[in-house]
Antibody, heavy 116, light 110 residues
Framework: EVQVVESGGGLIQPGGSLRLSCEAS????????MNWVRQAPGKGLEWVSI???????YYGDSVKGRFTTSRDNSRNTIYLQMNSLRAEDTAVYFC????????????WGLGTLVTV | QSALTQPASVSGSPGQSITISCTGT?????????VSWYQQFPGKAPKLIIY???NRPSGVSNRFSGSKSGNTASLTISGLQAEDEADYYC??????????FGGGTKLTVL
C-alpha cells in the first residue's frame, strides 16, 4: 500500500529552524518526484517545493533561499529544512507524491502542523 | 508564481450540475495539459480527482469531468450529491518547472 507519513512539526519561534520528514512506504521516493505543499489555517493550498527523481529541486518564491528539500534513499524519506521561519510560514505541511506519469499529486500524507 | 484564479464559492441543488473555473496564464495552464483537480474535506488531505486536464484516477466517480480552453480549465460535477460538498482546488505545472494551485472553491450543496 502506498503511504507517506509526515513528522517533525511543532511550535517554533520566528527566525528559528525546523526539519520536517516524510517517510514513504509502498514505493521508492528516488523513482518519483516528491513535493511539499502547505496550507495555512483556513487558507488554500500552496505548493512549496519538489525534488525530482534525479535530485533536482525547485521552490516556491515565498520559501526560496530559506527552505531546502533533500532525500535519503536508504531511509526512503524526504526532508524539508526550514530556516529563518516567519509567522506566515505557519501551516499544515503535506508531503505528496508525483509519479513521472501522471504529472499530478496522487498520494498525500495527513500533514504535520508548523506554528511559528 | 501567482495563484490560479478560482471562484471562492459555488452552490447547486442535488441532481444539478456545477462548473468550477480555473484561470491561469500562458506560462501554466495555457502551456501544458498538466492541469489537475483536488477535492478536500475539512481537516483532511486533498484527494486527486482529475489529472492531465480530463482524466480520472481509478475509483473516482464519472460524475467528475475536466476540460480546458486556452488559459482556463474547468471542473464539472454532474448529478450533484450532498457528499460532494467540499473544497476544490485546481493545479498546473508551469514553464518554470514549478507548480501552482488555485485559491480554492467551496462547493455548497443546497
Amino acid at each position: 500500500e502506498v503511504q507517506v507519513v509526515e513528522s517533525g512539526g511543532g511550535l517554533i519561534q520566528p527566525g528559528g529552524s525546523l526539519r520536517l520528514s516524510c517517510e514513504a512506504s509502498g514505493f521508492t521516493v528516488s523513482s518519483n518526484y516528491m513535493n511539499w505543499v502547505r496550507q495555512a489555517p483556513g487558507k488554500g493550498l500552496e505548493w512549496v517545493s519538489i525534488i525530482h527523481d534525479g535530485g533536482i529541486t525547485y521552490y516556491g518564491d515565498s520559501v526560496k533561499g530559506r527552505f531546502t528539500t533533500s532525500r535519503d534513499n536508504s531511509r526512503n524519506t524526504i526532508y524539508l529544512q526550514m530556516n529563518s521561519l516567519r509567522a506566515e510560514d505557519t501551516a499544515v505541511y503535506f508531503c505528496a507524491r508525483t509519479p513521472v506519469r501522471p504529472l499530478a499529486f496522487d498520494y498525500w500524507g495527513l500533514g504535520t502542523l508548523v506554528t511559528v | 508564481q501567482s495563484a490560479l484564479t478560482q471562484p471562492a464559492s459555488v452552490s447547486g441543488s442535488p441532481g444539478q450540475s456545477i462548473t468550477i473555473s480555473c484561470t491561469g496564464t500562458s506560462r501554466d495552464i495555457g502551456a501544458f495539459n498538466y492541469v489537475s483537480w483536488y477535492q478536500q474535506f475539512p481537516g483532511k488531505a486533498p484527494k486527486l480527482i482529475i489529472y492531465d486536464v480530463i482524466n480520472r484516477p481509478s475509483g473516482v466517480s464519472n460524475r467528475f469531468s475536466g476540460s480546458k480552453s486556452g488559459n482556463t480549465a474547468s471542473l464539472t460535477i454532474s448529478g450533484l450529491q450532498a457528499e460532494d460538498e467540499a473544497d476544490y482546488y485546481c493545479s498546473s505545472y508551469t514553464t518554470s518547472g514549478t507548480w501552482v494551485f488555485g485559491g480554492g472553491t467551496k462547493l455548497t450543496v443546497l
